[in-house]
């Protein structure tokens, strides 16, 4: 596996171009400003053909949650019939580090959970946990946090 497709879903610009400057250095990024804009997103990806790798997903957003968002998002994978080793992998990123919201994301499917703030070598672990063959382009990085 060479590059892979990332969306970050994040509401913040300042969190928004953190992780996606991070996750630059795996392959193409995309992103979305709230729930709503991210299950259309993944819908797009999936009639191309060219589905999102790996998912950044903020849990609190406006307009559709990163809780709701993620549910909408593993339904329509399964309307789709995508297997379950196939599906998008999606981190969840949050301020909130309450159990109740990490078992909700798990229970919701996701594959793994970060929370705020979080420095870049927490992201590309979480990264490289997912896709063990990908291997970072860059090493450096600022460890400002957002």
């Given at each position: ?24 250095a795996?392959?193409?990024v995309?992103?979305?400003v ?39 998002i ?11 080793s ?31 703030p979080?420095?870049?070598?927490i ?6 946990k997912?896709?063990p063959e990908?291997?970072?382009e ?9």
């Amino acid at each position: 596996m060479g590059k892979i497709r990332v969306l970050v879903v994040e509401d913040d610009f300042l969190s928004r171009n953190f992780l996606g400057k991070i996750a630059s250095a795996y392959g193409q990024v995309e992103v979305a400003v709230d729930g709503l804009e991210a299950v259309e997103a993944v819908k797009r990806s999936y009639e191309a053909k060219d589905p999102y790798a790996v998912i950044f997903l903020d849990i609190m957003m406006p307009e559709l949650d990163g809780q709701a968002a993620l549910k909408q998002i593993r339904a329509y994978e399964e309307e789709l019939g995508v297997l379950a080793s196939d599906t998008c992998k999606v981190i969840m990123t949050t301020a909130l580090g309450d159990a109740k919201n990490v078992m909700s994301a798990f229970d919701s499917s996701c594959d793994a959970y970060i929370t705020k703030p979080y420095s870049p070598k927490i992201v590309q672990e979480q990264i490289e946990k997912l896709f063990p063959e990908l291997k970072r382009e860059t090493t450096g990085g600022s460890d400002a946090r957002p």
